[in-house]
C-alpha cells in the first residue's frame, strides 16, 4: 500500500499484510513526523491525512449549491433565439428603411419633375398654336384655325387647346376625350360649346404676354399655358392634365426597370444570408454538439471545426481545452500499486 506524509509528502510503500493487528506507527525518515497506519480491508492505497474539516465540507456544500443555482438559472433564461432570426430581422429592417427612403425621395422629386416637364410641354405647345394659327386669323381663316386647334387638342397627354378672341369668344376650342373628363362633361361641352369661363381663371394681365397656372376644368387639374397673339388681339391656351402626369408617376414606379435593382438587392441579401449561414451559424451549431459530447464524457473526440477564420480559431482553442481537460483527468486517476 501507498502511504504518504502528510507534513513532507514523502512516499512510502508498505506491505499491509506484514502490519501486526489493525494499526501501525512509524516515523518518517525526512520530517520525523508520526505516521500512523491501519490496515485497510480492501483498499490498495492509504494516505494519511488529518480528520475531515466540517467548514470546508460546508464551503464545499455551498460551493456546489451555488454553481447549480448558476446552471438552473441559466437554464430559466431558455435557449435564446437563433442567429438566422436576428439577421432575418435585420435585413427586413433594412429593406423597411431603404423602402421608406426610396419611396419618401421618389414622391418628393419625381412628381415635381414631371410637373416641370408638363410645363415645358405646354409651353412648347402653346407657342406652336400661336405661330400655327397666326396668319389664318389675320386671314380670318377659321376652318384652318380650328383644324390646327383640334390637331394639338389630340396630342397625348392634352386636355384641350383653345383660341379666344379679343371679345372673349372662342374662335376654335377642343377637348380630347382620353384625358378623363367624365363623359357627362364632354357631351355638355359639345352641346354648349367651349367653356371660355373656365379659361378666366388664367387670364392675360394687362402687357402680359405668357402665363401659367393649375386651374380646375370638370372637376380635373389642369395646368394651363396662355399666350398672347398681340396681331390678331388673340389668346391660345394649352392645357396638361395634372392626372396624367400622376398615371406617369404611378407607371415609373411600377416600371420593369425599378424591379430589376430591387430583385438584385434581394438577391444579395439571401446570398448575405446563405454565406452567414454556411460561415458562421452551421460551424457553431457542429462545435455545441461536440462541445456537448465531450462534457458526456467522450474525452477522446476530436474537435474540428469548419467555415471562417474566426470559427476554425474557435475549433482549435476548444480542441486545445479538450486535450488540457484529457490529460488533468488522467494524471488525477490514482493506479493501484
Known sequence: MLVICEDCAKKYHIDESRIPGQRAKFSCKACGHIIVVEKPESQDV?????????????????????????????????????????????????????????????????????????????????????????????????????????????????????????????????????????SRFIQQMKEKGFPVDVLAQNGLKAGAKEGSAKINVGDLPIYDRVLALTEADSEVHVGISAAAIDQTARQLLLSPLLFVPAGLALLSALLLFVLFDWLIVRPARTLTNIANRVSLGELDLAITAEGSREMRDLGTALERMRHSVRIAVERLTIKPH
Open 46 to 182: 492509504s494516505i494519511a491525512v488529518p480528520p475531515p474539516d466540517s467548514n470546508a465540507e460546508a464551503v464545499s456544500q455551498a460551493g456546489r449549491k451555488t454553481a447549480a443555482e448558476a446552471v438552473n438559472a441559466a437554464a430559466a433564461k431558455g435557449r435564446g433565439k437563433p442567429f438566422a432570426l436576428y439577421l432575418l430581422a435585420l435585413l427586413f429592417l433594412s429593406f423597411l428603411a431603404a423602402g421608406g427612403s426610396f419611396l419618401f425621395f421618389y414622391f418628393r422629386s419625381i412628381p415635381s419633375l414631371l410637373a416641370y416637364e408638363s410645363e415645358l410641354r405646354s409651353l412648347a405647345l402653346a407657342v406652336s398654336l400661336e405661330q400655327t394659327v397666326r396668319t389664318p386669323l389675320l386671314r380670318k381663316d377659321y376652318l384652318l384655325v380650328n383644324q390646327e386647334t383640334e390637331r394639338i387638342a389630340q396630342l397625348p397627354g392634352v386636355a384641350y387647346a383653345a383660341v379666344v378672341n379679343e371679345k372673349g369668344t372662342a374662335v376654335a376650342g377642343f377637348f380630347n376625350a382620353q384625358a378623363g373628363f367624365d
